[in-house]
């Protein structure tokens, strides 16, 4: 009990600092999710039977708690920021763990619901933690050191997955169980293991809405919007279209956490010398020519290569985050994670099911679709400034503190 002590963000170094909770944390939640991401798809359509259409159903059932993420506002009233997100990340856990027992439609949908409600409020709330206990200075560095380790996580997922698949003859529901139990007896280290941190400013308990965040609003909407053609639509792509099996995804999968763990870093130094308006511009305009090659694309090889530059860019969606650090007022920084969780998923509810439908017509139709909201981000990417701030949150405003001052909502 004496490690649960209250205590201050500065007084605990080492491997028991507050950076350091967070990297465990982060790596506790990517080795319960991304075994479950690499397995997905295959448990779905060679051990239940699923076709495109409940592929699509079943990722917008993955998406409800994303969308409901702004209740977390609310759960915050009953306890403290850090405590919810090790509670998420026992229930991430436990969904992963139970998911290879109920290998039938209806009880697929069910895990996938419990793993999501653990997974979705486990990344408010880490999102949240990092926003208030990294400092301004150094976030972008030490976020791209947070991905990097939760690249290392997804290498080791995906390595073992690769390597014993096969040569163990595992099934779906001894992977899953081995993850999940492994997340769960990580949430319990970091809660016995670490002191309960107080951030330097308290957390307004209610919803937050402003109509300075109105850019940071749409690029979120819009990056959750086009992640979906990538997350369900490009996966389902090379499972159907290129035969590709457990074995080739987390392959894929391993390439991808490889190109992270030596990217991430790096691209948190270049957002703090080149800023969020450029990393963003980058990052858009290289997803329109990914997601229009994925529209055409007939060779299975250049279909992976464009898979791994695909998740590539994802090691600069971070930009956002950092970006929205800059220009939010310090007691923001919960209840709008909460918000921008619900932001993001409000298009991915819709978007699977909608878009699994035009799979059955048309595949081509879904990857332009994802080309041009790659565009409308690029447009709303030019309009980030240069060195964003209270005040200077657009390229339109004009800097003016005297209007920023705490208030529960716009």
């Keep these: ?41 295959n448990f779905a359509v060679n051990a239940i039977g699923f076709t495109g259409a409940q592929v ?44 290879g027992w109920f290998p039938t439609a209806w009880g697929f949908y069910l895990t996938t619901f ?26 972008p560095r030490l976020l791209g050191r947070l991905v990097a380790a939760a690249a290392v996580a997804q290498l080791a997922a995906y390595g073992l997955i690769l390597i014993t698949w096969k040569t163990l003859d595992l099934s779906f529901a ?6 999940g139990t492994l997340t ?12 309960s941190f107080r951030a330097d400013t308290p957390q307004h308990k209610q919803l937050i809405l402003r109509r300075r965040y109105w850019l940071y609003y749409l690029l979120t909407f819009m990056g ?15 499972v159907t279209r290129f035969g590709y099996e457990v074995q080739d995804i987390a392959a894929l999968f391993l390439i991808n956490c490889l190109f992270h763990m030596v990217l991430a870093p790096k691209v948190g130094a270049a957002i703090m010398r080149f800023g969020e308006r450029r990393a963003l511009i980058f990052e858009y305009a290289g997803l329109i020519a990914v997601f229009t090659a994925y529209a055409f694309v007939s060779n299975p090889i250049l279909a992976a290569g464009l898979y791994v530059t695909d998740h590539a860019f994802f090691a ?6 950092t970006y929205f650090q800059k220009i939010a007022e310090p007691a923001d920084i919960a209840p709008t994670s909460g918000v921008s969780f619900t932001i993001n998923h409000v298009a991915a509810v819709g978007i699977p099911v909608l878009f699994g439908l035009i799979w059955l017509w048309s595949p081509k139709i879904v ?26 949150e657009t390229t339109f405003s004009r800097l003016d503190l005297s209007g920023i001052q705490p208030q529960a909502a716009e």
């Excluded at 790596?27 to 319960?32: D, K, L, S, T, V």
């Excluded at 409800?64 to 993420?69: E, H, M, T």
């Excluded at 600069?316 to 985050?321: K, V």
């Excluded at 994802?370 to 964003?388: K, N």
């Design 1 to 41: 009990m004496a490690a649960r002590r209250e205590t201050g963000l500065g007084e605990w170094t080492g491997w028991r600092s507050p950076f350091m909770a967070l990297v465990v944390m982060t790596i506790a939640g990517e080795i319960a999710f991304a075994t479950w991401w690499t397995l997905a798809k």
């Design 56 to 99: 699509g159903i079943q990722e917008s059932i993955r998406e409800i708690p994303g969308f409901l993420a702004f209740l977390v506002v609310y759960v915050l009233l009953a306890m403290r920021e850090q405590t919810l997100a090790l509670a998420a990340l026992g229930l991430l856990g436990l969904g992963v763990a139970v998911t």
């Design 114 to 139: 419990v793993m999501s409600v653990g997974f979705h409020y486990f990344q408010t709330m880490n999102q949240s933690l990092q926003l208030q206990w990294l400092p301004k200075a150094r976030a």
């Design 174 to 179: 001894t992977v899953f169980a081995v993850a």
């Design 184 to 195: 769960l007896g990580l949430a319990i280290f970091v809660w016995v293991a670490w002191p």
């Design 224 to 238: 959750g919007a086009r992640r979906q053609i990538f997350t369900v639509f490009a996966s389902l792509l090379m």
């Design 316 to 321: 600069l969606a971070f930009a956002i985050n």
């Design 367 to 392: 990857f332009l679709a994802g080309a041009g909201m790659a565009v409308i981000s690029l447009l709303l990417a030019f309009l980030v400034p240069r060195d964003p701030c209270a005040g200077q």
